[in-house]
């Protein structure tokens, strides 16, 4: 029997709670049956898990729904092939059968969601075993496929390798792969991928942390093979001259696009802090790149490969799955103030659209683009079709920003306390027999475990704590800009 949980979160700030009370209903309706497992799908049109989007994204329901989030990594976990390669999506049909589908990575963002739940499920030590067995054939698999010139660099064989539909730097690659050899023809790829090489980095990393857990012998092994994996992927890919990592070609060729993929390598922690901090400070936040109004488009918004476009499109406008990962890749990295700014942006941004969670965003407005959820392409006047409002990734965004801004977090055991000034606020997080409480008055918070009192402070730090309430750390959450 899985731990009951649960989120509750009361203000007085009528916006913020009908923006709460909106995101939350959101991914009630994204609730669904695969066969005889409740999952969460990823919402606005998509109705399949992606392992892109949904271990991460049931990890961070785990707050709310243990069942889904635990199936959101399990079915993955459960359909792996002989030879280690996991489903890159997962489709559920009408007579309860599933189909696990491999044309496609479509991304990776598993390993650190897939053992958060280790901690959310009570420590059980048969998921952890099975995890990591997995992990292993899933590495095993890239390296004995993915490095066809034996440079040591990982590659991408089609656009949905790496989830960036539409996007221009793609050019004439294929969408889908279905072999496991690189197709034939392209100009682009097989492409030497900071993605793909983050993938093995992210897998090791946690083999390494797992092997921790586990104690059997090999922490040091994964450790090495994880810091091998990023000394490549900085050799090969990284311009130490701009401060940012950038893909090449199948000739070999720089691919001088400025992405926001740099970021997702920050989300699996294959930068070193001096490379982080480099395309934060150079990149991140200038405003002509990635800090525009609405930050974090796709693309640098002044570089020739931007584009504007509403539709599903990886080209740039800012996408609620780039605003989900943004939080574990700046918090690593210790740039907790610019997660708070950044929520608040997206906040103003689905708040000022009319509590429509769509899919994009206009970089300059802020302004939701409104698509069609049955084809992604813009609403057009007299359309008939549903419009994309339910898209699961900007409203568990929303969830989880007010969770690391005013909320209880839980982090490898450890338990976050997020006491953001500025707003009255209570909220109090359930987890099997315990609740985690914080009241403020946005000047001052007070931290309860089941009713006594724990800790109080001021406003604008995030309190880390073990699970009987001993300080172990604080972080200033806020002075970033807005």
């Not at 690659?173 to 690189?182: F, G, N, S």
């Not at 690593?332 to 708040?351: D, K, Q, S």
């Amino acid at each position: 029997m899985l731990p009951l949980t649960g989120v509750t979160f009361r203000t007085r700030n009528r916006a913020l709670q009908q923006l709460f009370d909106a995101a939350e209903a959101k991914c009630l309706g994204n609730l669904q049956m695969f066969g005889p497992h409740q999952v969460l799908v990823e919402g606005g049109g998509y109705e399949k898990i992606w392992l892109e989007t949904q271990p991460m994204g049931g990890e961070m329901y785990a707050k709310r729904n243990l069942t889904a989030a635990l199936n959101n990594v399990l079915l993955f976990m459960r359909t792996q092939r002989a030879d280690g390669r996991l489903a890159g999506s997962i489709q559920s049909f009408p007579d309860g059968s599933i189909e696990a589908q491999f044309n496609k990575f479509q991304g990776f963002c598993f390993p650190e969601p897939a053992l958060e739940l280790y901690w959310w499920l009570g420590e059980d030590q048969a998921y952890l075993t099975e995890l990591q067995q997995c992990l292993i054939r899933f590495d095993e698999y890239l390296w004995r496929t993915r490095d066809t010139d034996g440079d040591g660099c990982l590659e991408s064989f089609c656009v949905y390798d790496t989830g960036e539909d539409n996007a221009l730097r793609y050019g004439d690659a294929p969408v889908y792969c279905l072999t496991d050899t690189p197709p034939e023809g392209s100009r682009v790829v097989p492409m030497a991928s900071m993605d793909i090489m983050s993938f093995s980095y992210s897998a090791r990393d946690v083999l390494s942390r797992i092997s921790a857990i586990l104690g059997d012998g090999q922490e040091g092994r994964w450790r090495t093979a994880a810091d091998e994996v990023a000394a490549a992927l900085k050799a090969r890919l990284w311009d130490d001259r701009i401060g940012a990592c950038f893909d090449r070609d199948r000739f070999g060729n720089t691919m001088p696009i400025l992405t926001h993929n740099n970021l997702r390598c920050m989300y699996w922690g294959s930068f070193s802090r001096q490379m982080a901090d480099r395309f934060v400070r150079e990149h991140l936040l200038e405003p002509a790149e990635f800090w525009t109004p609405m930050p974090l488009p796709s693309v640098a918004a002044n570089d020739p490969a931007f584009r504007n476009a509403p539709e599903n499109n990886w080209s740039g406008q800012p996408e609620g799955l780039t605003y989900q990962r943004a939080i574990r890749a700046l918090e690593r990295y210790g740039w907790e103030p610019l997660v708070t700014a950044l929520g608040h942006r997206l906040f103003r941004a689905v708040i000022e659209g009319g509590y429509v969670f769509t899919q994009q965003f206009d970089p300059f407005t802020g302004a939701p683009s409104r698509v069609s959820a049955i084809t992604k392409a813009p609403m057009e006047p007299g359309s008939t079709d549903p419009c994309q409002e339910g898209y699961g990734p900007t409203a568990l965004s929303v969830l989880e920003y007010m969770a690391h801004i005013w909320g209880v977090h839980m982090h490898r055991g450890q338990l976050w306390f997020s006491l953001g000034s500025g707003e009255p606020y209570t909220y109090q997080q359930r987890w099997g027999e315990n609740t985690y409480r914080i009241e403020s008055d946005g000047q001052e918070a007070h931290i309860f475990f089941n009713s006594k009192e724990k800790l109080a402070s001021p406003c604008g730090i995030r309190l880390i704590t073990d699970r009987e309430g001993r300080l172990i750390a604080t972080r200033r959450i806020e002075d970033a800009p807005r």
